[in-house]
C-alpha cells in the first residue's frame, strides 16, 4: 500500500472524518427488515421474469437473488433483477429491488433508480460468484487466458447469437480486498477478455469447481431447483422456462445439466442506453455553438521573447461560452459536514438530455516561437490526468513538441473528472446512490472538449490578439493526445469526434470496474469506502454495480466505435495506445482487451510478453495499434491489486521521451506507426 506519506493531507483528514462516522449497520443482509411482496417495479413477484405456477408460494425475498443465499445481490449480474420489457430497445430492462444494492454505515440502501434506467448490464460487465476456498490451480488467470477456451473448462462464457453459441475468452480472480479475513469474504471474479457486445445475450456457467480439499461444490438450493426441474409449487416456478431455455443453449454447447454448479443469462446494455444521451448531449452542443464554435475570450497573454524562452512565445489563458446540460445533485453533507454538490444531465420530460442555460469555462492555449514567422501551425487538444486541470498542458515536452512540428497547443477542464469535482467525488463515495454524476457529468466534459476544438480551428487567427502577430491556423492538421485519465477518456473524446481522426493515447485503459482495484490512485478512495460501506462483498458489488453507469461514458463501451462501427455522422478514427510496462497506476491488462477484440487496434512488436490469442502485428502499421514502453519495470503479479516494485512508477515516463514523440509526430503526419526504436522494446538501447 502507498505509505501514509503519500495520501494528500485532505483524503487523511477525510479518512478520519469517515471513520468517525457512526459505524451503526453492516453489510447487506438478507433479513434486515420487513420485505416488500412485490418487485422494484411494483409487479407481482411471481410473474417477474416468466410465466407464473398459480400455485406457487410468493416471493419470501422479492429483493433479494436466491440463487446464491449469501448475499443479496449475488451472483452479479444478478438474473433475478433483469426482467422482460418490450418497449426497451433489448426488450429488457433492469428492476433492482429497494434493498437489492449494499447498504452504507447509516443503512442506507443504494438507491436502484438510476440504474433501473438501464435495458441491460452495460458491455464492461463483471461476474461475481462466490465459493470459499476454492482451489484455483488449473484455471485461468489473466496470465492463461487461452485456457478459458479450453474443451474441459470448469467456467464458461458464451455469446448467443441466434442459435450460434461463440466461446467468450475470460479469467477468473478473487477479489484481494484487505478486509477479506475469511473464505467467505473473498469473491471469484469472472473478467470477459474481450470488450462484449452491444445488446447481446451472455450464458455465464459453471461445472466441477472444487475447494481446496478436493471437494466438489454443491449448488446452492435455489439453483440446483431450477437445474432439475423441481420448482413446482415453489415461488421458483416463475422463472424455471427461463432458466430451461438456459440450459438448453449450454446442453447444445456440450455441457451436460446435471454438473451444472451454476448458470444464467446476462443481456448487455443497448446501443441506445450506453450511448444515446451522449450523442444526444454531442449533437445538441454543436448546434447551439455553430459551425465556429463558442466564443472564445482570452484573459491572459504573457509574450515571451526567444531568449526568456526558446519553445514557447504566447502563453494564453481564457473562457469559452458552452451549453450547459447539467443540472445540481444535492450531496448532503459531506466531509467535515460541509455541503456537498453534483451534477447529473438536465433531463426533460421523456427522460432525454436537455439544456440549461450556458456556463463560462476556462481554457489554456500555448503558441510557439515557430508560429512568430507566420507560418500556418496545426492544432494538438491535450487531455489531462485524474483530477487535474487543463493547465497541465503547459509541459514542456508539449511546448518543445509544439515549437519544432509547428502545433499550437490547448486544453481545458475535464469536467466531470478534474480538480472541481474532487469534493464531489470524494461525498459521493458516502451514498453510492449519486454514483451516476460520475458519467453524466463526463457528459458535459465531453461537450466542452468538442466545443472547444472546434472553437481553436475555426476563430483562433481571428482573435485580435493572435491576429495582430500574424499568427496563422492549418485547419487540415487537427489532433488529440492526453495522458492517463487523458489517455484512458481519449477513447471517448475521439470516438465522438467529428473533426479529430488522429490521436495519441498516452498510458490508457478501459473499464474502470477493473482499473480502480489496480492502481494506486484508488487506495485514498478505497479508504474513504471502507469506512462508508463495511462489507467486503459490498464493496465488490458496488464496483462492478457501478460500472453499469459508467459504461455510458467509460471507454470500453467506446473503443468499439472508434473505427470498427464508427457512430452515425462521424468519421473512422485511428489511435496509438502508448502503455507502460508495469505501470503503478493504469493497469495494462485492460489494453490487451482492447487489442483481443478484433476492434482494430493491432499490437505491435515487442509488448513483452506474450498476449494470449492475440498475434503481433509487424511495422509499419495503419491503423491504431498497442505499443508498450520498457523502463525496466517487471510485469506486475496477476490479481486486482496495485503494482509495487523497486524500479518506480513509469506511469510518467513515456510521454516526454523523444521517440515517443517522433512516432506519434509521424502518426499525425502521415497515419502510420513505425517502428522508432530500432527492432528492440521501446524506448530502445
Known sequence: MRPCSRIPASFRALLLLALAAPLAGCGNDADDGAKDSSTADGSDAANADGSADANASVDPDPDCEELDPRHCALPWPPPKFL???????????????????????????????????SDGWGVGFTVLTLWPEIDLQGLPSESSIAASLADDAKAALWRVDGEKMERVPYWLELDDDVDAKTAEERVLMLRPAVIPHEGSRYIVAFRGLKDTKGTVFPASEAFAALRDGSTAGSYLAARQARFDAVFAKIEAAGWKRSELQLAWEIHTSSHEFLHGDMLAVRDAAMAAAGVKGPKLTITKLEERSKEQDPALWLAIEGTFEVPNFT?????????????????????????????????????????????????????????????????QVKAGHLDRAGRDHKLINFACNWTGMANPDYQPITAMIFDFSNFAMIPERLHQGMAEFLL???????????????????????????????????????????ALSQEVTRAVLGVPGQNYSILLRRSTDFIPYFFIMRARYEGVIDRAVLLAGGQVLWDQADPVSYARHLSAEPFPDTPAHHAIFASAKGDWQVALVTNEITARSGLGVALAPHY???????????????????????????????????????????HGKPRGNPKYIEQMMHFFATGTIVDVCDDEPCPGA
Open 83 to 117: 426482467v422482460p420489457d418490450s418497449t426497451s430497445p433489448t426488450g429488457h430492462r433492469l428492476a433492482l429491488g429497494a434493498k437489492t444494492l449494499p447498504k452504507n454505515v447509516d443503512g442506507k440502501h443504494v438507491d436502484p433508480t438510476r440504474w433501473n434506467r
Open 608 to 650: 513483452g510478453k506474450t498476449v494470449d490469442l492475440v498475434t503481433p502485428t509487424p511495422y509499419p502499421i495503419q491503423g491504431s495499434a498497442l505499443i508498450n514502453w520498457d523502463f525496466g519495470n517487471p510485469w506486475p503479479a496477476p490479481g486486482p491489486k496495485p503494482p509495487y516494485d523497486t524500479v518506480g512508477d513509469p
Open 327 to 391: 443540472t445540481p445533485l444535492d450531496l448532503g453533507d459531506g466531509a467535515g459536514g460541509k455541503p456537498q454538490q453534483g451534477y447529473v444531465l438536465n433531463r426533460d420530460a421523456a427522460g432525454k438530455p436537455k439544456q440549461n442555460g450556458t456556463t463560462s469555462m476556462p481554457f489554456w492555449l500555448r503558441v510557439p516561437q515557430s508560429a512568430r514567422d507566420g507560418s500556418p501551425h496545426g492544432l494538438l487538444q491535450y487531455g489531462h490526468g485524474l483530477l487535474g486541470t487543463g493547465s
Open 452 to 494: 472547444l476544438a472546434r472553437a481553436m480551428r475555426e476563430q483562433l487567427a481571428e482573435l485580435p490578439e493572435l491576429a495582430q502577430r500574424g499568427v496563422a491556423i492549418d485547419k487540415t492538421r487537427q489532433f488529440y493526445t492526453g495522458d492517463s485519465q487523458g489517455g484512458i477518456y481519449g477513447t471517448t473524446y475521439v
